[in-house]
């Protein structure tokens, strides 16, 4: 059974950047998808990066050339580093494991607030 907990979220400027990671522990997430995922007040949570067990990626077109998904699977960690980031991407982020035949894993999830 795979965990996660997501750090690194908090209050930025609009402009500025954040890297969230999310640690997995219980087993290793080498041939897992790993997703970031957000949710703002009153919407839907949303698919914000994923990347597979290649190292191939997907982003939101509202993200893409701002965020950059990675994983360091010796780390068995997996970050998303947001630049030029906007009001609008405030928002709980949340990462999740998922593979086949098996239930997906959510972390508690990581307050981001861009605000001036």
């Known amino acids: 059974q795979v965990q996660l907990v997501e750090s690194g979220g908090g209050l930025v400027q609009p402009g500025g950047s954040l890297r969230l990671s999310c640690a997995a522990s219980?087993?290793?997430?080498?041939?897992?998808?790993m997703g970031w995922y957000r949710q703002a007040p009153g919407k839907q949570r949303e698919l914000v990066a994923s990347i597979g067990s290649s190292g191939n990626t997907n982003y939101v077109d509202s993200v893409k050339g701002r965020f950059t998904i990675s994983r360091d699977n010796a780390k068995n960690t997996v970050y998303l580093q947001m630049n030029s980031l906007k009001p609008e991407d405030t928002a709980v982020y949340y990462c999740k494991a998922s593979r086949a035949f098996q239930s997906a894993a959510w972390g508690q999830g990581t307050q981001v607030t861009v605000s001036s």
């Open positions: 219980g087993s290793s997430t080498t041939f897992y998808v």
